[in-house]
């Protein structure tokens, strides 16, 4: 019995962690870790990162951020933890999300951004990671069900504080499969449509990316390293948008707030 549930175990992480078989429409799907061992682990993790990570103390900031990401919840699929979201002072152009929904934006991904829309666009990336809950089956295929579970309960402090650093602190990073990008893609699409974000502000935001990678090589290497910006991908964002049913979302430009804090953080 032993053998066989190692072998049956081991056929279900290979299956979940098989990027090539992500369906984009399908949110969820089987996973090892519950909710509410998710919701746990990402506070042991959030406690960990902010050790490492300094976070914008300024209310101003923190309240404008806090907006961008309660707007984009009201059009994900479904709201299964409780989402923060936090400006880091790093200058690298980059946001992430950690187990249970803990959302990080650095400064540098702000004073890169021309407008909401741009920044909404990552934001909303990140927050289909965890909707689709990406991190804990890639973590459960890389590390194992046993060792997560360890974590989830406390049992080895010194590996979690190590994991960490090493998958979401200033060196490190989380790499998502093909698969799982491109459903991330695809659900913030739909996550800025219904949530009254132009999702255009996407697909021009990784075109600039894109560009600007060309013109200075390993500008962007941590950015591109966990998300690459393939020619494909970005059509198939566009595609995506191409679908959806005309709506007045207005010109995609700098809103006097978003020019404020923009300005704020380029100033400190």
Excluded: W
Aim: with cysteine; net charge neutral.
């Amino acid at each position: 019995m032993g053998r066989f549930h190692f072998f049956f175990l081991s056929l279900l992480l290979l299956f979940i962690g098989n990027g090539c078989a992500v369906n984009p429409e399908r949110v969820g799907g089987f996973n090892l870790i519950s909710v509410e061992e998710e919701k746990q682990l990402g506070e042991k993790f959030a406690a960990e990162i902010e050790k490492e990570q300094k976070v914008v103390k300024d209310p101003e900031v923190q309240a404008y951020i806090n907006r961008i990401g309660e707007k984009l919840l009201t059009g994900v699929e479904k709201v299964e933890f409780p989402y923060t979201f936090k400006v880091v002072k790093d200058d690298n152009i980059n946001a992430f999300a950690i187990p249970g929904g803990h959302t990080y934006v650095n400064t540098g991904l702000i004073k890169a951004a021309e407008s909401e829309d741009e920044l909404a666009a990552v934001m909303a990336h990140e927050i289909n990671h965890v909707v689709a809950r990406h991190s804990t089956r890639q973590l459960t295929q890389q590390y194992g069900y046993s060792l997560l579970l360890q974590l989830v309960l406390g049992q080895d402090p010194n590996l979690l504080a190590q994991l960490a650093s090493q998958l979401f602190g200033k060196a490190g990073s989380l790499y998502y499969s093909r698969g799982m990008e491109s459903q991330a893609d695809y659900l913030g699409v739909k996550t800025m449509y219904n949530a009254g974000y132009n999702p255009a502000g996407m697909e021009k935001f990784f075109q600039k990316l894109q560009a600007e990678n060309k013109q200075e090589p390993g500008k962007l290497t941590k950015f591109l390293s966990s998300h690459p910006l393939t020619s494909e991908r970005i059509q198939n964002v566009k595609a995506e948008i191409g679908k959806l049913p005309p709506k007045p979302f207005g010109a995609s430009q700098a809103s006097p707030e978003f020019s404020r804090i923009k300005a704020k953080l380029q100033q400190q």
